[in-house]
């Protein structure tokens, strides 16, 4: 069982389907609100970097933990915010608005 304790770190305990459909609706309409706004590549970079060093995220499904979004989608939505406390991704400027 000494490889399950190296690997533990990949098998993050999702959320609940409810809670994922409720936080993947609300980013979703969000960002289709104000016009499907992309992030730069070097943001998006940058949030997976964030990501990847958070222990909320399941990195075997690519998942956050918290909110149970796929990563690479949420992480182009320049209007998504990352779900921790603190956020750990920057804040982006939608429409000259935070």
Known sequence: ??????NKHLYVEAPTLFQMLKSFTKDTAKFVKNGAPIISKDDY????????GCEHVNKKSMRCGLCGCML???????????PAKPSRW?????????
């Not at 970079?45 to 990847?52: I, K, N, Q, W, Y």
């Not at 690479?72 to 990352?82: L, S």
């Open 72 to 82: 690479q989608m949420k992480a182009r939505m320049k209007t998504a915010e990352c």
């Open 90 to 98: 920057k804040e982006q400027i939608v429409d000259g608005k935070r």
């Open 1 to 6: 069982m000494e490889n399950d304790d190296e």
């Open 45 to 52: 970079a940058e949030r997976l970097d964030a990501c990847m």
